[in-house]
């Protein structure tokens, strides 16, 4: 019997595989069956969204979501895409693209197309495209049930082996994600975010349901993709270009078409998990030390101020709104590198950090964090976006770009001091009755203005608070020999529950050492 590929290299195979549906023959002896051509470009699909918006909401059916629940977890796990039947696996992209199957938690279908020449076919789904188990309830759905999502392997001419590493990954809703110097999956993005922590409202998750694949030339190092965004408040149009650098770089234009008004619209979201780190741990919680994809929201203000603000997980969801006026960058990071300070095998120390570069003039509004408290850290539980000052009314159309950095660290760091550590407990001095209602904290700076501080010279903490009142304030350097790295603290008294809004830089004279801290306590009495 012959082998696939010798089949396939047969005229008489190329003509019988174009009478099943397999419309382009270089896709053709790929394996993978094509709808008929449709004419496509990004613009033709922003006026498709613009008249979807017009129009009500119709959620995507769902194929025969019987079938698709019985999918749960563990069966989902057990369907493999085949590599061989990878869209470009042999060219002529260097990045093969790979599918997710449906199952409990995706039924929604997300239709594929390959964009050439001005032309679009849909990849028409197959079950014979998957290797699943015999008696997996996957084999009962129906033809042409569709996709969950898909992710881009590695090069083919890349030292990793393709078939065994992504390196882009969109799935469930508009979620996507992308691995960062480190080779190490952590958060995710979405094309956006609606009505996140609105009271009396319920979120909205707009799905991309479908998404386009431009054919690329032999040997890019981009990729380029459309989606086609569609939800009850939204339609939208988005491209994605895509670079495999020593980070992932994305270039994003969205257009966005509101179908109603929507309380909370955030623009270039990103969701991570932050259960807890040095700062504060519950005794006996958990073994590992620290548990966290991100540590802190780094921002960089359109006036110029570098901003650190750690994460928390707090008693209760909170909102933070940070103002601001056509920001430079803000992103969540992962500063700590250091895998002793989390013990665990799923390299915590090697999760992405994630910086949104605005291109073009955003205008007014604000950069939001969203925290959500968590006992575990399956749970995704911050948010941050950027939200625009004018209310998302319905009728409105608005377009963003945006280059997003998935790094080790940010990609224009700051030449001041930067904060490496927030610890804090309780207040008072070491060896005496330590006193009620009192908190001591701990930030530690690093950075090169602190190296060529003259011998003697200390550098002093200019703090405010919005509430409450410091005491016991004492800056010095590390004990560790490292040059550049002290640490200041303080103690905070304060009285009731509400949170308190904390500020702190080193400065020396006029000049100004390190980026601004900012935290978020939570009293507990």
Same mark, same amino acid.
């Not at 008489?12 to 069956?33: E, H, I, R």
């Not at 969540?332 to 120390?349: A, E, K, P, S, T």
């Not at 904390?502 to 601004?516: A, H, I, K, N, Q």
């Given at each position: ?67 698709? %629940?019985? *999918?749960?977890?563990? @069966?989902?796990?057990? !369907?493999?895409?085949? $590599? ?13 693209? $790979? ?23 849909? *990849? ?40 065994? #590493?992504?390196?882009? @990954? ?8 992308? *691995?960062?110097?480190? %080779? ?27 998404? %386009? ?20 408040s939204v339609a939208g149009a988005y491209r994605f270009v895509m670079q495999r650098a020593a980070a992932v *770089? ?16 955030? !623009? ?13 741990k519950t005794t006996a919680i958990d073994w590992r030390p620290e548990i966290h994809d991100s540590d802190g929201?780094?921002?960089? $203000? ?10 928390? #997980? ?23 590198? #250091?895998?002793?300070? %989390? ?19 955003w205008g007014r509004g604000s950069i939001q964090l969203v925290e959500i408290p968590t006992d575990d850290e399956?749970?995704? #539980? !911050? ?74 010279? !200390? ?56 980026? $601004? ?9």
């Amino acid at each position: 019997m012959l082998n696939r590929r010798q089949f396939l290299q047969t005229a008489t195979a190329t003509a019988a595989l174009a009478a099943q549906g397999f419309s382009s023959p270089a896709l053709a002896q790929q394996g993978l069956k094509m709808g008929s051509p449709a004419p496509f470009s990004f613009e033709d699909l922003k006026k498709r969204a613009e008249a979807m918006a017009r129009t009500a909401y119709t959620a995507p059916p769902s194929p025969s979501p019987d079938i698709l %629940y019985q *999918i749960d977890y563990d @069966a989902h796990g057990k !369907i493999r895409f085949k $590599t061989d039947l990878a869209l470009w696996a042999d060219g002529p992209s260097e990045f093969p693209v $790979t599918f997710f199957h449906m199952g409990r938690f995706f039924q929604k279908p997300v239709r594929m197309h390959v964009v050439e020449g001005g032309q679009a076919r849909e *990849i028409v789904y197959d079950t014979q495209y998957f290797d699943m188990p015999a008696d997996s309830p996957a084999r009962k759905l129906p033809d042409n049930t569709g996709f969950a999502g898909f992710r881009f392997q590695e090069s083919r001419n890349g030292r990793l082996d393709w078939r065994k #590493n992504d390196w882009v @990954a969109f799935l469930g809703a508009s979620y996507f994600r992308a *691995i960062g110097e480190l %080779y190490q999956y952590g958060l995710s993005a979405r094309g956006l975010a609606v009505d996140v922590a609105v009271h009396g409202r319920p979120e909205e998750f707009p799905d991309f349901t479908h998404i %386009y694949f431009e054919t690329p030339k032999p040997g890019s190092d981009t990729v380029t993709i459309y989606a086609l965004l569609d939800g009850p408040s939204v339609a939208g149009a988005y491209r994605f270009v895509m670079q495999r650098a020593a980070a992932v *770089i994305m270039d994003l234009d969205c257009a966005l078409y509101l179908r109603k008004d929507i309380a909370r619209l955030g !623009i270039a979201p990103l969701t991570s998990m932050y259960w807890y780190s040095e700062k504060a741990k519950t005794t006996a919680i958990d073994w590992r030390p620290e548990i966290h994809d991100s540590d802190g929201l780094a921002m960089w $203000t359109g006036a110029g101020e570098r901003i650190w603000r750690p994460l928390n #997980n707090p008693p209760r969801i909170i909102t933070s709104a940070f103002s601001d006026e056509n920001p430079r960058g803000f992103g969540l990071l992962q500063r700590d590198r #250091n895998f002793d300070h %989390y013990l665990d095998g799923v390299y915590y120390d090697r999760r992405p950090s994630l910086w949104i570069e605005p291109q073009g003039t955003w205008g007014r509004g604000s950069i939001q964090l969203v925290e959500i408290p968590t006992d575990d850290e399956i749970h995704d #539980n !911050i948010v941050a976006m950027w939200v625009p000052a004018e209310p998302a009314r319905a009728g409105q159309a608005m377009e963003f770009r945006y280059r997003m950095h998935w790094a080790a660290n940010e990609p224009y760091p700051t030449p001041l001091a930067h904060v490496i550590a927030t610890r804090f407990g309780n207040g008072g001095q070491a060896g005496t009755l330590r006193p009620k209602g009192v908190r001591k904290f701990m930030v530690e700076f690093i950075g090169e203005p602190l190296t060529r501080l003259p011998s003697g010279v !200390i550098p002093k903490p200019v703090l405010t608070a919005s509430r409450g009142e410091f005491s016991n304030i004492l800056t010095e350097a590390v004990p560790n020999n490292v040059p550049g790295h002290w640490r200041t603290q303080f103690d905070l008294t304060v009285t009731g529950t509400e949170p308190v809004e904390m500020r702190c830089y080193l400065r020396s004279g006029d000049e100004v050492l390190s980026e $601004t801290w900012l935290y978020q306590h939570h009293p507990t009495f």
